[in-house]
C-alpha cells in the first residue's frame, strides 16, 4: 500500500492544495493520499488559525470529488502543537507495511533541518517534493544537499503550478472580494456563508477608492498580513489597517464623509499630501465602525509617522511603502530592512531618513511629528 499524508495550516485550503493533491496521487502512484491540516503548526508559533471544524470541513469540501482522499482530523483531536514527528509515527504504527510519504513544498524542503526530530521523521516517512514555481536546475542541488545532510533520498512530484497564497485569499475575504480563481466554488461559498475572514465594512472603506488606490490597499493589506505572522502581531488587525488606511484618499474636500472633520494643528500645519491620513482615521471611526484604537491610530499616522509607534503602526507606515509596486531608490534594501529578525526599528529609522532626504532634495514641506518620528528613533537605534 502506498500512502502520503498532506499537511497544513489549509486557512484556507486552496486550489493549488486540490491539484498537487492530484498530481502526487498520479505521480506517486498513491492507494490513499491523507489531508491533514493542523491544530497549531509549530512554525507559526503565536498565529491565530481560524477554528479547527471550519477548516477542517473547507477540506472535506475542496477534495470531495477526489476519491482517493482521506480527511483526517488526527492532529486537531490531538491538540497542542501538531509536531510532524509525532504525526509520522502515528502513521507508521497505523500502516507497519505501507509506504509512507509525506508531501511538501521546496520550502519545507528547506526549513526540514530546523524541524522537530528529523530523523525520527524520516525513519517513519519519505519526504515527497512538489517544486512548483522553482528555477530551473534546482532539483539536483537539493537533492545533493539533502542527501549530504541526512543520507537519505527524497521523492519528487513533477507539479508545476500557480504561487497562490492563503494569506492573500484571506484579504481578499476580508475585503469582501471574490475569491475566485483561488479556491474551489464551493470552499468560496462556504467562507462567504461562515463569514470567515470578513472584516466589517472593509468594502465599503475600498469602495471610498478609486481603482489603483484599491488594488494598493490589498497589496499593502497582503504585504501586512505577511509579515505580521512573523512579528507575532494579530494578522486581522494588520489587515483591517491596512484595507482601512487609505479610505479618505480619494474624497473631495467638499465629501459629506469630511463635513465636521478638521486637520489637527497641534504638531503644526499639516502638508497636504497628509492629511488624508487623519481625515482616513475619521472617515473610519465616524462612518465604517472602526472601534479599535490602535487600528485607527495606524491609519492615522501612516504617512506622517510619530514618536513611540506601536508595532502595528510601523507596520501599516513600513508596508504602505513597501508594498511590491513601490518603485525608487533605496526601496530593495529597505525590503530587506523589513524582513529583519530583530524587528522593524531599523528599517523605520532608514525609511525616515530616506523621506526626510526625499523631502528637502524636492522642496516639499517636512511635518515636524515626521521630523520627531526620525529623531526619536534615530536615537532608540
Not at 16 to 40: F, G, N, S, Y
Not at 168 to 180: C, D, N, Y
Not at 235 to 263: G, M, R, T, V, W
Not at 274 to 286: D, K, L, M, N
Amino acid at each position: 500500500m502506498r500512502i502520503a499524508v498532506f499537511g497544513g495550516s489549509f486557512d484556507p485550503v486552496h486550489i493549488e492544495h486540490t491539484r498537487i493533491a492530484a498530481a502526487a496521487i498520479e505521480e506517486l502512484r498513491l492507494d490513499k493520499l491523507v489531508v491533514m491540516p493542523a491544530h497549531m503548526p509549530p512554525h507559526k508559533p503565536g498565529k491565530i488559525l481560524s477554528p479547527d471544524f471550519n477548516r477542517l470541513e473547507m477540506c472535506r469540501l475542496a477534495f470531495s470529488e477526489q476519491p482517493n482522499v482521506e480527511i483526517s482530523d488526527y492532529e486537531m483531536t490531538r491538540g497542542g502543537t501538531s509536531y510532524t514527528y509525532l504525526t509520522c509515527q502515528y502513521f507508521r504504527e497505523k500502516y507497519p507495511n505501507a509506504d509512507i510519504f509525506w508531501l511538501v513544498g521546496t520550502d519545507m524542503l528547506r526549513d526540514f533541518p530546523t524541524w522537530k526530530n528529523t530523523s525520527e521523521i524520516l525513519d517513519c516517512v519519505t519526504l515527497a517534493v512538489c517544486g512548483r514555481t522553482e528555477k530551473e536546475n534546482w532539483l539536483e542541488k537539493e537533492r545533493a544537499d539533502f542527501y549530504a545532510r541526512f543520507q537519505k533520498e527524497f521523492a519528487f512530484v513533477s507539479y508545476n503550478g500557480a504561487d497562490v497564497s492563503s494569506t492573500e485569499i484571506r484579504v481578499l475575504a476580508g475585503a469582501g472580494m471574490p475569491l475566485t480563481p483561488f479556491v474551489e466554488s464551493n470552499v468560496e461559498k462556504y467562507i462567504q456563508e461562515k463569514g470567515l475572514y470578513y472584516i466589517p465594512n472593509a468594502d465599503r472603506a475600498l469602495n471610498l477608492e478609486k481603482p489603483h488606490r484599491k488594488a494598493h490597499s490589498i497589496r499593502v493589506a497582503n504585504l501586512a498580513a505577511a509579515r505580521a505572522v512573523s512579528l507575532r502581531m494579530n494578522e486581522k488587525q494588520a489587515i483591517e489597517a491596512a484595507l482601512f488606511h487609505d479610505c479618505a484618499k480619494n474624497l473631495e474636500a467638499d465629501s459629506p464623509y469630511l463635513k465636521e472633520f478638521c486637520a489637527p494643528s497641534k504638531w503644526g500645519k499639516v502638508p497636504v499630501s497628509v492629511v488624508h491620513q487623519f481625515a482616513g482615521a475619521y472617515v473610519a471611526e465616524t462612518f465604517l465602525g472602526v472601534k479599535d484604537a490602535d487600528v485607527l491610530n495606524a491609519i492615522r499616522f501612516h504617512t506622517s509617522a510619530r514618536p513611540n509607534m506601536s508595532e502595528l503602526e510601523k507596520l501599516i507606515f513600513l508596508s504602505d511603502m513597501l508594498e511590491s509596486e513601490r518603485s525608487y531608490e533605496g526601496v530593495d534594501e529597505l525590503r530587506t530592512l523589513f524582513w529583519d529578525k530583530n524587528g522593524l526599528d531599523v528599517c523605520l529609522t532608514e525609511s525616515l531618513r530616506q523621506t526626510l532626504l526625499f523631502l528637502k532634495e524636492k522642496g516639499g514641506d517636512i511635518y515636524p511629528l515626521t521630523q520627531a518620528a526620525y529623531d526619536y528613533y534615530k536615537n532608540k537605534c
